[in-house]
């Protein structure tokens, strides 16, 4: 793990490297043509192509792919030294040096960003469940609790500030985050993952406490268009549930 993160790091060299190794490789091979089988000098790009995909950088995998392809037909095909393919064999393999490098990198590339979802879903539970502790905790006044949670909901939905008000209510045509996830104006629905949040009106979060209307979040992104995942917005309506508890207290 830590050795693709540098590669990842110095991207330039690694592709730089990726598109060089197989050049090496099918050099250091080429003498050895009368001894090793071409099953064999194969096998040994298609380590090369794999081992660069899977850093996960598509210039890499590709890179490496285009030069194994290129250097197996230089130095490892009749005529040698030249880049014709007579057999129709060779040009089979320098496809699928081409195909393996491609389809590595992609899987990588698709592993990697499920686990990055993955892991900013664990992210998304321990947030609501550290906030849920800290506000459950009986130091804690409503302001600085609905502080708390404004600092989570601003993080887990892009958001460049969020406001909470107490005892208001909230008016029909206004942008509303409904407890379900979905965002509406006027009753109808807000492509969100499209159109994103607005960034010219605020998008109003409604807390209930026992049925009633306890207050509201005030969620503004002016400054740029964030596009919440239904998930992450979600998340947003359980972190302000969080404040029900300690307006409860407040009306005790």
């Not at 540098?6 to 598109?19: F, G, I, P, Q």
């Not at 005892?167 to 492509?191: C, M, P, Q, W």
């Amino acid at each position: 793990m830590r050795a693709r993160q540098l590669l990842r790091e110095y991207r330039v060299a690694t592709v730089v490297a990726a598109a060089a190794s197989p050049l090496v490789v099918a050099a250091v091979l080429a003498p050895l043509r009368e001894t090793v089988t071409p099953a064999t000098d194969v096998l040994v790009l298609v380590a090369v192509v794999v081992t660069f995909s899977a850093t996960g950088l598509r210039e890499a995998g590709l890179a490496a792919a285009v030069s194994a392809a290129v250097w197996f037909d230089f130095f490892l095909t009749e005529p040698y030294g030249s880049l014709a393919i007579n057999d129709p064999n060779d040009v089979e393999v320098a496809v699928l040096l081409l195909l393996i490098g491609g389809i590595v990198t992609e899987t990588v590339l698709w592993g990697q960003r499920n686990e990055a979802a993955l892991s900013k879903e664990v992210g998304y539970v321990d947030g609501v469940l550290a906030t849920a502790e800290s506000v459950a905790g009986d130091q804690r006044t409503p302001e600085e609790c609905a502080h708390l949670i404004c600092l989570r909901i601003s993080e887990v939905l892009d958001l460049d500030s969020c406001r909470f008000e107490a005892g208001v209510t909230v008016e029909h045509f206004a942008y509303i985050l409904n407890h379900d996830g979905s965002v509406t104006k006027g009753g109808r629905k807000v492509d969100v993952d499209r159109d994103g949040f607005p960034v010219d009106s605020v998008v109003v979060l409604p807390v209930r406490t026992g049925g009633e209307l306890g207050g509201r979040f005030l969620l503004t992104a002016a400054s740029h268009v964030a596009r919440p995942s239904e998930r992450q917005r979600r998340v947003a309506v359980l972190l302000a549930d969080q404040i029900a508890g300690s307006l409860n207290g407040t009306e005790r």
